[in-house]
C-alpha cells in the first residue's frame, strides 16, 4: 500500500493556516487576512459545503467548500482530506478571489474549483 503525505491536523485549528496578506492586483491595496476555523456548512447553512471561516481586514468572510468534491477526492485517492488541508485549498481560494478584487461576505466554491484547488495546492 502506497502512503502519502498529508497535512496533518496538529495543533489549535485557527493556527492550521498562518496569517497571510494578499495584495489586488487591481487597486494594489493589501489585504490582511487571517484563518479562524472549519465547520460542516450542510448542518449551519443547508449547503453541502464544509465552511471555512477568515477574517480579512477584520471582517469576517466564509468560504464555503463543495462537498461533493471531498467526496470525489475520498474516491480518487482512498483517503479523507484532513481539515488542515481543507482550510489551505478554502485560503488558496480566498487569495484569487482577493487578488481579483472579488471581495464578498460569502464564497461558494464550486465542486469543479475545489478539484483544481486540490491539485494546485499539491494534495495527493
Known sequence: MTTRPVLANAGAMKEFVGAFEVTSKLTGHIYECRFSYLW??????HSDTIDTKFF????????????????KFRERS???????????????????RLEE???????????????????????K
Do not use: C, K, W
Request: proline fraction near 2%; glycine fraction near 8%; charge should be negative.
Open 56 to 71: 480579512v481586514d477584520g471582517d469576517v468572510v466564509m468560504v464555503g467548500l463543495a462537498h461533493t468534491a471531498f467526496v
Open 40 to 45: 460542516n456548512g450542510i448542518a449551519t447553512r
Open 101 to 123: 478584487e472579488d471581495v464578498r461576505p460569502v464564497y461558494d466554491v464550486t465542486h469543479e474549483d475545489v478539484l483544481r484547488l486540490i491539485e494546485q495546492v499539491g494534495i
Open 78 to 96: 482512498g483517503r479523507d482530506l484532513t481539515d488542515r488541508e481543507a482550510s489551505f485549498i478554502a485560503a488558496d481560494y480566498l487569495r484569487e
